[in-house]
């Protein structure tokens, strides 16, 4: 059973940084693209970042570019999400994602997390 477990979230300050884990489980996901969204109670899943099997190839939404990194461990089936200079429109339930064809758009993913809570005050 394929089972992806999001990890990191919490409170911080705005200028604050927080690193987002996501562990897949269940099969091996070195030949799928990962990649993060997130949602709030007004909005609809939107893209954050995503990144190719290899980890050669990233991309960003313009909203958090230059500010969060993603990467990943294809040895431990874990990605990352570094989000640094935090800001409260960064408030969001952040979702992990895999998929074969997965890049900026969330029907492209085949298996999802349950998400974590990052939350950012002013």
């Known amino acids: 059973q394929v089972q992806l477990v999001e990890s990191g979230g919490g409170l911080v300050q705005a200028g604050g940084s927080l690193r987002l884990s996501c562990v897949a489980s269940g099969r091996t996901f070195s030949s799928y693209a990962m990649g993060w969204f997130r949602q709030t109670p007004a909005k609809e899943r939107e893209f954050v970042a995503a990144?190719?099997?290899?980890?050669?190839?990233?991309s960003y939404a313009d909203s958090v570019n230059g500010r969060f990194t993603i990467s990943r461990d294809n040895a431990k089936n874990t990605m990352y999400l570094q989000m640094n200079s935090l800001k409260p429109e960064d408030t969001a339930v952040y979702y992990c994602?895999?998929?074969?064809?997965?890049?900026?758009?969330?029907?492209?993913?085949?298996?999802w997390g349950q998400g974590t809570q990052v939350t950012v005050s002013s």
């Open positions: 990144i190719s099997w290899s980890g050669g190839r990233t």
């Open positions: 994602a895999v998929g074969l064809a997965g890049w900026r758009y969330p029907n492209e993913y085949d298996y």
